[in-house]
Protein backbone atom coordinates (compact mmCIF):
# COMPACT_ATOMS: atom_id res chain seq x y z
CA UNK A 1 0.00 0.00 0.00
CA UNK A 2 1.74 3.43 -1.24
CA UNK A 3 0.82 6.84 0.76
CA UNK A 4 1.10 10.05 0.45
CA UNK A 5 3.67 11.51 2.52
CA UNK A 6 7.16 12.60 2.15
CA UNK A 7 9.67 9.49 2.98
CA UNK A 8 10.10 9.58 6.78
CA UNK A 9 13.66 8.98 6.46
CA UNK A 10 13.29 13.05 5.19
CA UNK A 11 11.35 13.91 8.53
CA UNK A 12 14.33 12.02 10.79
CA UNK A 13 17.20 13.96 8.74
CA UNK A 14 14.99 17.45 9.51
CA UNK A 15 15.08 16.12 12.93
CA UNK A 16 18.56 16.04 13.53
CA UNK A 17 19.39 18.98 11.95
CA UNK A 18 17.04 20.43 14.50
CA UNK A 19 17.47 18.94 17.14
CA UNK A 20 21.00 19.77 19.22
CA UNK A 21 20.27 17.48 22.21
CA UNK A 22 17.81 14.56 21.10
CA UNK A 23 16.43 12.80 23.81
CA UNK A 24 18.04 9.07 24.75
CA UNK A 25 14.76 7.50 24.85
CA UNK A 26 13.78 9.01 21.45
CA UNK A 27 17.09 8.42 19.90
CA UNK A 28 16.66 4.69 18.78
CA UNK A 29 13.21 5.24 17.15
CA UNK A 30 14.24 8.38 15.50
CA UNK A 31 17.52 6.20 14.34
CA UNK A 32 14.57 3.61 12.72
CA UNK A 33 12.80 6.25 11.12
CA UNK A 34 16.07 6.53 8.81
CA UNK A 35 15.86 3.46 7.88
CA UNK A 36 11.77 3.86 6.99
CA UNK A 37 10.06 5.73 3.56
CA UNK A 38 6.64 4.79 4.28
CA UNK A 39 4.18 4.47 7.30
CA UNK A 40 3.76 1.11 6.44
CA UNK A 41 7.14 -0.07 6.73
CA UNK A 42 8.63 -2.55 8.87
CA UNK A 43 11.69 -2.11 10.93
CA UNK A 44 12.72 -5.31 12.33
CA UNK A 45 9.58 -6.43 14.42
CA UNK A 46 8.16 -3.25 14.54
CA UNK A 47 5.93 -0.88 11.93
CA UNK A 48 6.53 2.28 11.10
CA UNK A 49 3.72 3.23 12.84
CA UNK A 50 4.98 1.95 15.49
CA UNK A 51 8.21 3.75 15.62
CA UNK A 52 6.68 6.74 14.63
CA UNK A 53 4.37 7.02 17.31
CA UNK A 54 7.07 5.29 20.01
CA UNK A 55 9.42 8.79 18.83
CA UNK A 56 6.51 10.95 19.22
CA UNK A 57 5.93 9.83 22.43
CA UNK A 58 9.62 10.23 23.61
CA UNK A 59 10.19 13.49 21.52
CA UNK A 60 8.17 15.59 24.45
CA UNK A 61 11.20 17.70 25.35
CA UNK A 62 12.18 18.95 21.69
CA UNK A 63 10.21 21.78 21.13
CA UNK A 64 10.45 25.23 18.77
CA UNK A 65 8.44 25.41 14.86
CA UNK A 66 10.23 22.87 13.52
CA UNK A 67 9.49 20.50 16.19
CA UNK A 68 5.98 21.55 16.33
CA UNK A 69 5.34 21.37 12.53
CA UNK A 70 6.74 18.00 12.45
CA UNK A 71 5.08 16.42 15.14
CA UNK A 72 2.24 18.01 14.15
CA UNK A 73 2.87 16.08 10.52
CA UNK A 74 3.51 13.07 11.80
CA UNK A 75 0.81 12.36 13.94
CA UNK A 76 -1.88 13.19 11.02
CA UNK A 77 0.00 10.59 8.92
CA UNK A 78 0.10 8.34 11.65
CA UNK A 79 -3.91 9.01 11.78
CA UNK A 80 -4.53 9.51 7.75
CA UNK A 81 -1.74 7.56 6.25
CA UNK A 82 -1.11 10.58 4.45
CA UNK A 83 0.22 14.17 4.23
CA UNK A 84 -0.31 16.88 1.53
CA UNK A 85 0.66 19.94 3.29
CA UNK A 86 3.55 21.22 1.23
CA UNK A 87 5.46 23.15 4.20
CA UNK A 88 8.14 21.02 5.42
CA UNK A 89 8.26 18.78 2.21
CA UNK A 90 9.63 22.01 0.58
CA UNK A 91 12.34 22.68 3.56
CA UNK A 92 13.17 18.79 3.27
CA UNK A 93 13.55 18.70 -0.80
CA UNK A 94 15.94 21.34 -0.42
CA UNK A 95 18.44 19.01 2.01
CA UNK A 96 17.72 21.41 5.17
Given at each position: ?13 V ?5 D ?76
Open positions: MSTNHPPLNSYARIVNDWKVSPYAEPYLDAMFTLKDINDEYIFDSGRSVVGYFLANARTWRGETARRVKLELNHILKHGSYKDESITQEMAHGS
